[in-house]
C-alpha cells in the first residue's frame, strides 16, 4: 500500500478512537483531560530529539534545543501537573475513612 | 546496545503503537475521577516508552544536549506544575499550548533548512521530485499550523494574564484580513513546495502565519476563552499530526488525531453551552454576534428587588433540606472557595443535602471550576453538571447564585429577541428560594437584565462574595449554637 495513504488511514482510524473515548470524560475532568491531552501532543518531543541528535551546524542546533527543551516543559509540566489536579478529586466516602 | 539499536531503528513504528496504546487506555482511564490518576500515569509510560526508543534511533550521533537540555526543561516543568496557582491554570495550558506550536514549527524549519529528506520520506516509492514536492508541502502544512498555534496561544496567555485589555481587539475589515492572509500563505506553500531552494517563501509562511494568528486571537473577549482554548488543544494535535506527516511518523499522525478529536469535542461542547454556532468557530469567528440593545437597568429592577440579609439567609437555610450553590468565575476572582467550603461544612454537617450546580462555562476553560472546587476539597460527587442539575433543581429548597449571571438567565428560555436565547442555563428560578450574592444589578457579559434578580421567590444578597459567605456561616453558626 501507498505509505502516505496509510498514514492518512491511521490518522482518520486514530480520529475515530478519539472521538468515542473522549466522549465519555465526564465535564468535571475536562480541565485534567486537556491538560494530559497536551502533555501526549508533546509527543513532538520525539521529533524535537532527532533533530537535535542530528543537528549540523549551529543555527540549526539552536533551533533543535530550544524546540527540545519547550517539548520537554510540556510534557513533564503537562502530566504532573494534571496528576496534581486528579490527586484533588475525591469523593465523599473516601474522605471519611 | 548494537541489538537494541537496530531495533528501535528498523520497528519504530512497533513502538510507537505501543505508545499510542497506553495513551489510549490512559483516556479511557480518565472517564472517572476514582482511575483518572491511574490512566494520567499509564499514558506518561507511553511518553516514555516513545522517548526511550527514539533515544535508541541510530540516526542520533549526539547525546550532550540532549541530556542537558532534557534535564533542565524537566526540572522547569516539575517546579512550574507544582508552583502554579490553580486559578492560573488556564494561563498555564495556553502556555504549554504556545509551547507545542512552537516545537512543531521549530523542528519543521530545521528539517527544512537542513535539505535532506527524513529517512521515512526517503524510503518512499516515487520518484526523487515527487519525494520532494512531498516533503516540502508537509513542512509549508507545518510551519502554518505550528506558527498560528504559537502566536494564538501567546495572546490567549498575555489576555489570561491580563498583560493586554481583554477585550476583543477586531481589526477593520478582520474577515477580509484573515482571508488575504490565508490566501498569501497557500501562494507561499505552494511556491516552497516548488521551489524548496528560495527560503523567502518560508519566511513568508512564517510571517503571514504570525500575523493571522495574532489577528485570530486578538479578536476574542475574555468571556470566550473556554472556547478558544478547546480549540487549541485541538491546534496542538494538529500540529503534532502535520509533524508526523513531515517525518511520515505513524506515532505522530495517530497521537495528533487522537489529541485533534479531544480539541473538536471540547469545542463543540463549550459552542453548544456559549451559544455559538460551532463551525463559525471552526474558521475563525470567535467573537459573539451583534448584541441587542441593552435595556436601561434601573426601570427594569426599579421597585421589584428584594434584598436580604446575611441573618435572613441563615434562616432560610436553617429551614431548608437541600441547597443548591451555583458558582460563577466571579467566585474564583473574590477567592471565596475557602468560605464555601465552611458553608457547605456546616450545612452538610446538619445532614442537609447540598451540591454545587455548574455549567460548563463557569470558569475561564472547560471544567475549571470543578478543579477550583475540588482544590478547597469538595467532593466530587457533590459537583453536579447542567443536566443532572437541572434535573435535581425544582425539588431543592436553596438555590445560592454566587458570581453567576447569565448562565442563571431565564431570558435565554423565554426572549426570542435576547442575545443569550437559546443558550442551556441552570433552571435556578425553578428551586423553592433563590438567594443570589452579587455587588450590584450590573449585567454579566451578555451585557442584558436578569429576569431572575426581580422574581418572586428571588432575594439578593448585595456583598462581595468571600465577606458575603463568611457572615452567612457566622450567623447559621450562631443560630445553631
Known sequence: MDPIIAAIILFVLALVIGFEVITKVPPILHTPLVVASHAMASIMVVSAIEVTGTATNLLTTILAVAALIMGTVNVVGGYFIADRMLAMFKSDKKKKQ | ?481
Open chain 2, 1 to 481: 546496545m548494537e541489538f537494541l539499536r537496530n531495533i528501535a531503528t528498523e520497528y519504530q513504528t512497533v513502538f510507537y503503537l505501543f505508545t499510542v496504546l497506553f495513551f489510549i487506555f490512559g483516556l479511557k482511564l480518565l472517564t472517572s475521577a476514582r482511575t483518572a490518576r491511574k490512566g494520567n500515569w499509564l499514558s506518561a509510560f507511553g511518553m516514555t516508552v516513545a522517548v526511550v526508543a527514539t533515544l535508541l534511533y541510530k540516526g542520533i550521533i549526539s547525546y550532550e544536549l540532549i541530556i542537558i537540555g532534557g534535564i533542565l526543561a524537566s526540572i522547569a516543568g516539575v517546579l512550574s506544575a507544582y508552583l502554579v496557582d490553580m486559578r492560573a491554570i488556564p494561563q498555564f495550558v495556553a502556555i504549554l499550548n504556545g509551547f507545542g506550536g512552537g516545537v512543531s514549527a521549530l523542528v519543521a524549519i530545521v528539517e527544512f533548512l537542513k535539505g535532506k529528506l527524513p529517512p521515512n520520506v526517503e524510503k518512499l516509492p516515487f520518484d526523487e521530485t515527487t519525494k520532494s514536492m512531498y516533503f516540502h508541502a508537509a513542512v509549508s502544512l507545518d510551519m502554518f499550523v505550528g506558527t498560528i498555534t504559537f502566536w494564538g496561544s501567546m495572546v490567549a496567555f498575555a489576555k489570561l494574564q491580563k498583560l493586554i485589555t481583554e477585550r476583543p481587539i477586531v481589526l477593520p475589515a478582520k474577515n477580509l484580513v484573515n482571508f488575504l492572509l490565508l490566501v498569501g500563505i497557500i501562494v507561499c506553500g505552494v511556491l516552497l513546495t516548488l521551489n524548496p531552494s528560495n527560503l523567502t517563501y518560508m519566511f513568508g509562511i512564517l510571517i503571514l502565519s504570525s500575523l493571522l494568528g495574532l489577528s485570530l486571537t486578538l479578536a476574542v473577549g475574555g468571556a470566550d476563552m473556554p472556547v478558544v482554548i478547546s480549540l487549541f488543544i485541538s491546534y496542538a494535535g494538529l500540529s503534532a499530526g502535520t509533524l508526523g506527516f513531515v517525518f511520515l511518523n505513524h506515532g505522530l499522525i495517530m497521537v495528533g488525531a487522537l489529541v485533534g478529536a479531544s480539541g473538536l469535542i471540547l469545542t463543540r461542547i463549550m459552542a453548544k453551552s456559549m451559544n455559538r454556532d460551532f463551525y463559525g468557530i471552526l474558521l475563525g469567528n470567535i467573537t459573539p454576534p451583534e448584541m441587542a440593545k441593552v435595556q436601561d437597568d434601573r426601570s427594569f429592577y426599579q421597585g421589584k428587588v428584594k434584598s436580604t440579609t446575611p441573618e435572613e439567609v441563615a434562616m432560610i437555610l436553617d429551614s431548608a433540606n437541600s441547597v443548591a450553590i451555583v458558582p460563577g468565575y466571579g467566585l474564583a476572582v473574590a477567592q471565596a472557595q475557602g468560605a464555601v467550603r465552611d458553608l457547605y461544612n456546616e450545612l452538610t454537617k446538619d445532614g442537609k443535602e447540598v451540591y454545587f450546580a455548574i455549567h460548563p462555562v463557569a470558569g475561564r476553560m472547560p471544567g475549571h471550576m470543578n478543579v477550583l472546587l475540588a482544590e478547597v476539597d469538595i467532593p466530587y460527587d457533590k459537583l453536579k453538571t447542567l443536566e443532572e442539575s437541572n434535573e435535581l433543581l425544582p425539588d431543592t429548597d436553596v438555590a445560592i447564585v454566587v458570581g453567576a449571571n447569565d448562565v442563571v438567565n431565564p431570558l435565554a428560555r423565554e426572549a426570542k429577541d435576547s442575545p443569550i436565547y437559546g443558550m442551556p442555563i441552570l433552571d435556578v428560578d425553578k428551586s423553592k428560594t433563590v438567594i443570589v450574592i452579587k455587588r450590584s444589578l450590573a449585567p454579566g457579559f451578555a451585557g442584558i437584565p436578569n429576569p431572575l434578580f426581580i422574581n418572586e421567590n428571588s432575594l439578593m444578597l448585595f456583598a462581595d462574595a468571600k465577606p458575603g459567605l463568611t457572615e452567612i456561616v457566622r450567623e447559621y453558626k450562631e443560630l445553631k449554637s
